[in-house]
């Protein structure tokens, strides 16, 4: 049964900074896409970035320059570096495994973690 397990959420001024961490057990990780959503209350799910099994990464505009998605198969992990942070960037952030469509694009998975709350605020 395949399990994620986000954890580094928290409290953070504007302009600072948190690493989150998705821990996936249960599955052939290495072959897998991961992506990170958020959800904003009042707002949908959206993809935020992605990071394909060959290590090509995804980033929606809102964060590039300020977020980097990395993964480290041999611990079945894949983390989120969040900098500069502005307000508009809290919510719950829930990773997703997923897969690799043949245009490059991610594709959402079926299994998803339970969440990780990011508030940015002073």
């Known amino acids: 049964q395949v399990h994620l397990v986000e954890s580094g959420g928290g409290l953070v001024q504007p302009g600072g900074s948190l690493r989150l961490s998705c821990a996936v057990s249960g599955s052939i990780f290495r072959f897998n896409a991961v992506g990170w959503y958020r959800q904003a209350p009042g707002k949908q799910r959206e993809l935020v970035a992605a990071?394909?099994?060959?290590?090509?990464?995804y980033y929606v505009d809102s964060v590039k320059g300020r977020f980097t998605i990395s993964r480290d198969n041999p611990k079945n992990t894949v983390a989120l570096q969040m900098s500069s942070l502005k307000p508009e960037d809290t919510a719950v952030y829930y990773c997703?495994?997923?897969?690799?469509?043949?245009?490059?694009?991610?594709?959402?998975?079926?299994?998803w973690g339970q969440g990780t709350q990011v508030t940015v605020s002073s």
């Open positions: 997703n495994l997923g897969a690799t469509n043949s245009d490059g694009t991610y594709r959402t998975g079926a299994y």
């Open positions: 990071i394909t099994s060959g290590g090509t990464t």
